[in-house]
């Protein structure tokens, strides 16, 4: 599901341009319905997120998978037959429905079923299917009418339905709910039928489940933040997430082509995005083989920094070019920063901030929790897409990518300050430290 989340989050990259120059499709798109048709399924993954949380943590992990697909057929479906530019950003904005589900349960499946040696890996594996989906996009995109790259797009989530009915439900979820036996035959199916290796996973499962027992059916918004360990882990999800999407990932990711168009160089659009998304894909396999090598701090904090570097390059080009200095000499300095601006964003901040998310919350705030930081990722997913261009008028497009890299660079310094590594660490241990529990 996590190819299908990109390709919906990279549409507008390849598409925009399409449509404006053909009008015969949805009609003549104002700068402001540009702006909607990037931004809306960030508000429609804002408005979803409260029923997916509720879903996650009372009907399962597996049935939240489901449901999350549904939008995606049906945002796509409109867009395949839709004919105005009103029935176009309706479908936009329900397949943003689909991606809290899918945010939020693809986040909580993979911390609860993950071997503890393998979180980081098995975490960054969702990144290079994101980045499959962008690379899917930009190149069926740029050489497919719209409606023909909308009917493959809908085959992403009709496979996922069809496939996803193998997998197991989670055994922390299904401990929960008291069904030992479920939650057993579930480890066993993942552990490759090892019943030694699925009891030893069982036993530390009820550990962690029986010191949190008295709040695992119910968790208020008092009780969550009467935990020192909860209140850290809180903080931590939101600023990071602040960093994360002020920092630009969004804008570049979505407008790939068009942020091309206004710098220039010496590529097209359509080959610097085909460039950058090949690069972004490296850049989620260097995370799969070295994320648990490297570990959360050492990987957060050092690409928030040369992400910042790759932004105030960038920003440096635009504003010679700006003042009028001729910069076709630097003629490749766009793609290049901008490729390695994104490897950088999918080998920490992208994929490191929902294996983090995985490994410091307690089980009975885990799906509240992840609700709550999931909104703020959506608010701020929203504001950045729906005033980019509004930013790139007020302080120009140098200007803009210098606020970027203000973002990046301020991520690091908190990551540096605040939070804990969390390599090949058992939860019980990494909860111990975010309480503030010595040894």
């Not at 990109?6 to 319905?33: D, Y």
């Not at 790259?149 to 992403?156: C, D, G, K």
């Not at 960093?243 to 630009?248: A, D, H, T, V, Y």
């Not at 919350?361 to 005033?387: C, D, K, N, V």
């Given at each position: 599901?996590?190819?299908?989340?990109?390709?919906?989050?990279?549409?507008?990259?390849?598409?925009?341009?399409?449509?404006?120059?053909?009008?015969?499709?949805?009609?003549?798109?104002?700068?402001?319905?540009?702006?909607?048709?990037?931004?809306?399924?960030?508000?429609?993954?804002?408005?979803?997120?409260?029923?997916?949380?509720?879903?996650?943590?009372?009907?399962?992990?597996?049935?939240?998978?489901?449901?999350?697909?549904?939008?995606?057929v049906v945002g796509w479906l409109l867009v395949i037959f839709g004919n105005s530019v009103t029935l176009l950003?309706?479908?936009?904005?329900?397949?943003?429905?689909?991606?809290?589900?899918?945010?939020?349960?693809?986040?909580?499946?993979?911390?609860?079923?993950?071997?503890?040696?393998?979180?980081?890996?098995?975490?960054?594996?969702?990144?290079?299917?994101?980045?499959?989906?962008?690379?899917?996009?930009?190149?069926?995109?740029?050489?497919?009418?719209?409606?023909?790259?909308?009917?493959?797009?809908?085959?992403?989530?009709?496979?996922?339905?069809?496939?996803?009915?193998?997998?197991?439900?989670?055994?922390?979820?299904?401990?929960?709910?008291?069904?030992?036996?479920?939650?057993?035959?579930?480890?066993?199916?993942?552990?490759?039928?090892?019943?030694?290796?699925?009891?030893?996973?069982?036993?530390?499962?009820?550990?962690?489940?029986?010191?949190?027992?008295?709040?695992?059916?119910?968790?208020?918004?008092?009780?969550?933040?009467?935990?020192?360990?909860?209140?850290?882990?809180?903080?931590?999800?939101?600023?990071?997430?602040?960093?994360?999407?002020?920092?630009?990932?969004?804008?570049?990711?979505?407008?790939?082509?068009?942020?091309?168009?206004?710098?220039?160089?010496?590529?097209?659009?359509?080959?610097?995005?085909?460039?950058?998304?090949?690069?972004?894909?490296?850049?989620?396999?260097?995370?799969?083989?070295?994320?648990?090598?490297?570990?959360?701090?050492?990987?957060?904090?050092?690409?928030?920094?040369?992400?910042?570097?790759?932004?105030?390059?960038?920003?440096?080009?635009?504003?010679?070019?700006?003042?009028?200095?001729?910069?076709?000499?630097?003629?490749?300095?766009?793609?290049?920063?901008?490729?390695?601006?994104?490897?950088?964003?999918?080998?920490?901040?992208?994929?490191?901030?929902?294996?983090?998310?995985?490994?410091?919350?307690?089980?009975?705030?885990?799906?509240?929790?992840?609700?709550?930081?999931?909104?703020?990722?959506?608010?701020?997913?929203?504001?950045?897409?729906?005033?980019?261009?509004?930013?790139?008028?007020?302080?120009?497009?140098?200007?803009?990518?210098?606020?970027?890299?203000?973002?990046?660079?301020?991520?690091?310094?908190?990551?540096?300050?605040?939070?804990?590594?969390?390599?090949?660490?058992?939860?019980?241990?990494?909860?111990?430290?975010?309480?503030?529990?010595?040894?």
């Open positions: 599901m996590n190819v299908a989340h990109g390709v919906a989050l990279g549409w507008p990259s390849p598409s925009l341009p399409i449509l404006r120059t053909n009008k015969e499709l949805f009609g003549a798109l104002s700068a402001g319905q540009e702006s909607w048709t990037g931004s809306l399924p960030f508000l429609g993954a804002l408005l979803s997120t409260p029923l997916f949380s509720y879903i996650n943590q009372h009907m399962g992990r597996k049935t939240a998978g489901y449901i999350s697909a549904v939008p995606n950003c309706i479908g936009r904005f329900i397949l943003g429905l689909g991606l809290s589900g899918m945010n939020i349960f693809i986040t909580l499946y993979i911390g609860e079923v993950s071997e503890d040696s393998l979180r980081g890996t098995l975490g960054a594996l969702r990144g290079l299917a994101l980045d499959t989906g962008f690379l899917i996009i930009y190149v069926v995109g740029s050489y497919l009418s719209i409606r023909n790259t909308a009917i493959i797009s809908i085959s992403l989530p009709l496979l996922f339905i069809l496939t996803y009915i193998w997998l197991p439900e989670s055994p922390m979820f299904l401990l929960g709910k008291g069904n030992e036996k479920k939650a057993f035959e579930s480890y066993l199916w993942m552990r490759g039928s090892d019943s030694k290796v699925a009891e030893d996973e069982m036993s530390k499962l009820r550990t962690i489940m029986t010191q949190n027992s008295a709040k695992v059916q119910k968790v208020t918004v008092k009780e969550l933040l009467s935990v020192r360990g909860t209140r850290k882990a809180l903080l931590i999800g939101i600023v990071l997430a602040v960093c994360q999407q002020l920092s630009g990932i969004n804008p570049v990711f979505s407008y790939c082509a068009v942020i091309f168009e206004m710098t220039g160089g010496h590529f097209t659009p359509n080959i610097s995005s085909f460039i950058v998304s090949a690069v972004t894909l490296l850049g989620s396999l260097f995370c799969i083989f070295f994320s648990d090598k490297l570990g959360r701090r050492v990987l957060l904090i050092s690409t928030y920094t040369l992400q910042g570097i790759c932004l105030c390059i960038l920003g440096l080009y635009m504003y010679m070019k700006h003042l009028g200095m001729d910069v076709s000499a630097f003629g490749v300095l766009p793609v290049v920063s901008i490729s390695f601006y994104c490897f950088f964003v999918v080998v920490g901040p992208c994929n490191m901030y929902y294996v983090v998310l995985s490994e410091i919350f307690r089980p009975e705030a885990r799906g509240f929790a992840m609700g709550l930081t999931t909104t703020s990722l959506w608010i701020l997913s929203f504001i950045s897409l729906q005033f980019y261009s509004t930013l790139v008028n007020l302080l120009y497009g140098h200007g803009t990518f210098w606020v970027f890299a203000a973002f990046s660079f301020i991520g690091a310094l908190f990551i540096f300050i605040m939070l804990p590594e969390t390599k090949n660490r058992s939860l019980e241990s990494i909860l111990k430290e975010m309480d503030g529990v010595k040894g």
